[in-house]
Structure formats: C-alpha cells, structure tokens
C-alpha cells in the first residue's frame, strides 16, 4: 500500500538571498520520499510535498546539512484527494 501525500509546511532560518532559496530546495528534495519542495525567501518557509511516512528530522537533517540554514516543522496537512 502507498503512502498518502502530505503537504510539510516548514520555517527555514538562516536564507539571505534567491541561491539559499535554490540550495534549500535542492537539499529537500533529496530528501527520500520528497516529491517537490517550494520555498520562500520573504517568508522564511517551505512547503515541501512528500509521502506521508517521511519525518520531518529527515527534512530539518537535510536543510542543516547544507551548513548555512536552519528548519523546523510548523504543520503537516493532508493533500487534497488524500
């Protein structure tokens, strides 16, 4: 059975300009199970799309692991249909 799709919304800390937003994206999205990140330089936030099994350690680990940024989970909601 496949997991539901879950929208992870998440504060990022640490972004200064358009690459931080590029290389925060980047590092979601490799994040397994990550199908697609957003994220938000004038909010400071991310909204990551992902099968509902993906922890948001798995996210926040990611985003930390770039060295410069910062993250938590704020909300997870249901997708649509989901």
Request: proline share 4%; with cysteine.
């Amino acid at each position: 059975m496949s997991q539901p799709i879950v929208y992870i919304d998440l504060g990022v800390g640490g972004m200064t300009c358009d690459d931080c937003v590029v290389h925060v994206a980047r590092a979601l999205e490799s994040v397994p199970g990550v199908e697609a990140a957003t994220v938000d330089l004038a909010t400071r936030s991310a909204v990551v799309t992902a099968r509902g099994d993906v922890e948001a350690s798995a996210l926040t680990a990611a985003v930390r692991a770039t060295g410069q940024y910062n993250a938590f989970e704020r909300r997870r909601r249901a997708a649509p249909g989901e």
